[in-house]
């Protein structure tokens, strides 16, 4: 499993949830009665769209804080990655060096 999948899975589920729950269909049902009521019953549904976008404009905002700071976090863990990844070929380079050295100094003093 890549590395980078775990602190991502740690920031988005808590809010599944919430998103789901946003998500799933509240608004008022359209029914056909008299004319007053059509009125009142658009007005009603113009008040809970206008309310839902709000909610999810507040939501986009904060689901976007939670994937700069993922971002960032990942940012970090490919630098560390990276700096392993060197050392450690660093560390090979040397023991291919030192093997063959050894290999020359024993071919050398058969």
């Known amino acids: ?13 808590p809010h599944v949830g919430t998103i789901v729950s946003v998500a799933a ?4 049902k ?7 009521t ?6 009603q549904q113009i008040a809970e769209l206008q309310i839902a976008a709000t909610q999810n404009a507040k939501l986009i905002r904060e689901l976007a804080e939670q994937l700069q700071t993922m971002v960032t976090a990942l ?9 392993r990844h060197r050392r450690t ?14 290999l020359g100094s024993v071919l050398a003093a058969g």
């Open 1 to 13: 499993m890549p590395a980078w999948l775990i602190p991502a899975l740690k920031a988005v589920l």
């Open 25 to 28: 269909p509240a608004f008022t």
């Open 30 to 36: 359209k029914k056909t009665d008299a004319a007053d």
């Open 38 to 43: 059509q009125a009142a019953l658009l007005q």
């Open 75 to 83: 940012e970090k863990a490919a630098a560390i990655a990276e700096a």
């Open 89 to 102: 070929t660093l560390l090979n380079g040397v023991a291919i060096v030192s093997s063959v050295v050894a």
